[in-house]
């Protein structure tokens, strides 16, 4: 069993940064594949970024490319996710996830979701105007 808990979230300033961390608990061996995916009210999911843990290739969607990163600690199993420059359309409900299955990451490119095995109950990231 693995849960997700993020943090970071909260009121953020238009042109600020945000710092997101994902703490992976639980029995998290079999887990290679963490990301981010955000869901704004009335839209559809929106893969942010992929990272395969232990160093391995990061994937990052065309709405974040060049503002975010990835991070991570491996030592206490933590994922951060950087994003810069933050506007209003940076607004939603932003969720650590998993596991990326059957999936590959590199279809957060698009924006697409990749299918993953576990994700967290979500955190708000709201960008004033």
């Known amino acids: 069993q693995v849960y997700l808990v993020e943090s970071g979230g909260g009121s953020m300033q238009t042109g600020g940064s945000a710092m997101l961390s994902c703490l992976l608990a639980?029995?998290?061996?079999?887990?290679?594949?963490m990301g981010w995916y955000r869901q704004a009210p009335g839209k559809e999911r929106e893969g942010i970024a992929v990272s395969y843990t232990g160093g391995g290739s990061e994937y990052y969607s065309k709405s974040v490319k060049g503002r975010s990163a990835i991070t991570e600690d491996i030592a206490k199993n933590i994922l951060h996710l950087q994003i810069n420059n933050l506007n209003p359309e940076d607004t939603a409900m932003y969720y650590c996830?998993?596991?990326?299955?059957?999936?590959?990451?590199?279809?957060?490119?698009?924006?697409?979701?990749?299918?993953?095995?576990?994700w967290g109950q979500g955190i708000q990231v709201t960008v004033s105007s």
């Open positions: 639980g029995d998290a061996t079999s887990i290679s594949c």
């Open positions: 996830a998993a596991g990326c299955s059957g999936t590959t990451g590199s279809m957060v490119v698009s924006g697409a979701v990749p299918d993953f095995t576990y």
